[in-house]
């Protein structure tokens, strides 16, 4: 089912009258900005857009990658609108690049998700959350391509396909909805008369977070798709939000080989739930109880050591000598720099090795719990760089 033209309406209008009733201040603000060629986002919240139409929202969750361009031009259409009302427009200029960044998904299981999407998800906007692994360089997408029929000279323009990694599929024949059909046309891209389109573009990886899985369940992986403002809005290690359209891509074909088909987030918003400000904030509360407890240790900090270690990891008895292993850990180190000017990491490394059963992986998801940028990893998802081989000791 394909949306009709009454369809496209509505909902292009529906969304521009609630923009500028919602976020006018943010259109004005983005319209005040000097740079026209950057891309700008409005943060919508879908819950509060459902309750105006809900026509709209069953429209949204049916058919997500048809509606969110169609909120992209209604939103350009509202910043016009704006623009035009505006009491000083000569302050202001238009912005083309402006995208509707939809976020806060009614919480149920059929869009909130706390695990990685599967195959009969495909097509539908989720929110998923997880813990960033990996993040790719920001690279150059060409996303659109223009081509002239050599016989009626119509340009048209052929769009990337995402489901085959952004790969150009040349036209079969002219597109011009006057009948030519010809077969012979040239491609305009990259020459003076019609320069490429194209824009950034940045993969990451995330993780399901191991604290929300059942015991004895690995985490699963799934890739992310970045694009436009959207890129370097996290790092590896941020738990994060991502609400997309879950949407597949068939790998490169080969000649006596299976088809392979992987399944891919592509983000229309990313949302950091652990940011962290650039300096550690502590506030007096905290300093003056850090300070007492040091004042009644004074004359035996062992003692204020051992306490410490016993609140750390409480779900395993005893092991002090692990948990100040793990504490030190935690805590790191001093940067040195000797003479000739070489810089020594303060960080150490810890290696925990014992039989099942002894809490290796208690004290790893607690480093995990307790720090705000980490990532648990195990070593299925691991490559075998850095990675250590079994030892076995082989009686004479």
């Not at 998800?121 to 790719?136: A, K, M, N, P, Y």
């Not at 502590?282 to 051992?306: C, M, Q, S």
Request: charged share 25%; proline share 4%; aromatic share 8%.
């Amino acid at each position: 089912m394909v949306l009709s033209a009454e369809q496209v309406s509505l909902i292009g209008q529906v969304f521009e009258s609630y923009v500028l009733e919602h976020h006018r201040d943010e259109i004005l603000a983005i319209l005040r900005e000097a740079d026209e060629q950057a891309h700008y986002p409005v943060v919508v919240d879908a819950l509060t857009l459902f309750e105006t139409n809900m026509e709209i929202g069953e429209f949204f969750n049916a058919f997500p990658s048809e509606v969110l361009p169609i909120f992209d031009s209604a939103l350009r259409r509202a910043a016009l609108a704006a623009l035009q009302e505006s009491a000083e427009p000569a302050q202001l200029s238009l912005k083309q690049n402006l995208h509707a960044r939809v976020s806060g998904l009614p919480v149920c299981p059929e869009l909130t998700r706390e695990h990685i999407p599967k195959s009969k998800d495909v097509g539908h906007f989720l929110s998923v959350t997880g813990t960033v692994i990996r993040t790719s360089s920001v690279k150059v997408l060409e996303f659109e391509r223009s081509y002239i029929c050599n016989k009626c000279k119509h340009v048209f323009a052929v769009r990337a396909d995402f489901e085959q990694y952004y790969a150009f599929c040349r036209p079969a024949a002219c597109l011009n909805e006057e009948g030519c059909n010809s077969t012979k046309f040239m491609c305009l891209s990259g020459t003076t008369s019609s320069p490429t389109c194209c824009r950034d573009y940045q993969e990451i990886k995330i993780q399901e977070q191991v604290q929300r899985l059942s015991v004895g369940s690995i985490p699963r992986c799934m890739v992310v798709v970045l694009e436009d403002d959207l890129v370097d809005s996290c790092k590896s290690g941020d738990d994060i939000t991502v609400y997309g359209v879950v949407m597949q891509r068939w790998k490169p074909f080969h000649e006596g080989a299976r088809c392979d088909l992987e399944l891919v987030l592509k983000a229309n918003y990313v949302k950091v739930n652990n940011e962290q400000l650039a300096g550690v904030v502590i506030d007096e509360e905290v300093r003056k109880e850090f300070e007492d407890f040091w004042e009644r240790h004074r004359n035996d900090p062992l003692a204020g050591r051992n306490e410490i270690l016993a609140s750390l990891c409480p779900q395993v008895f005893g092991l002090y000598l692990v948990k100040l292993a793990v504490a030190m850990v935690l805590a790191g180190g001093v940067q040195r720099t000797d003479a000739a000017g070489t810089r020594t990491r303060g960080e150490s490394h810890l290696l925990l090795v014992g039989d099942p059963g002894t809490g290796k992986s208690q004290f790893l998801k607690y480093a995990v719990k307790i720090m705000p940028r980490s990532v648990l990893t195990a070593g299925i998802g691991s490559t075998s760089a850095g990675s250590g081989c079994p030892l076995a000791a082989n009686s004479p």
